[in-house]
């Protein structure tokens, strides 16, 4: 016996995948306290003028679940997603920061 014992994996029956619109939260004694959200486009404003208005556009956002997270976990998920952006940015190129994407934006304003 090697002593590793043998690991079997199923999905929950409630399982659900998720498309993360934004996360927030903030630090318990237990870890991190996150609330993930997702976000789609509610198109049913749009259609309802005639001719349908792109300016009518409205967002819905819905909390999918709260992630308790122990310090050990915090740790292990940023060395993760850390190596996950590595590797985004080595097959599709630089991830621009909330920062950059806001300030092309002030320029855009700008220039115009």
Do not use: N
Request: net charge negative; aromatic share 6%.
């Amino acid at each position: 016996m090697s002593g590793i014992p043998e690991i079997h994996t199923e999905k929950a029956s409630d399982y659900k995948r998720v498309i993360v619109g934004g996360i927030f939260g903030g630090v318990s004694p237990g870890g991190v306290e996150a609330v993930v959200f997702s976000e789609e486009r509610d198109i049913l404003k749009v259609l309802e003028t005639d001719p349908p208005s792109g300016g009518r556009i409205a967002i819905t956002r819905k909390v999918e679940c709260e992630l308790i997270i122990s310090p050990m976990q915090m740790m292990s998920i940023h060395k993760w997603l850390g190596d996950k952006i590595g590797e985004y940015e080595k097959l599709f190129g630089h991830i621009p920061s909330p920062e950059e994407v806001q300030s092309r934006g002030k320029r855009t304003d700008r220039d115009q």
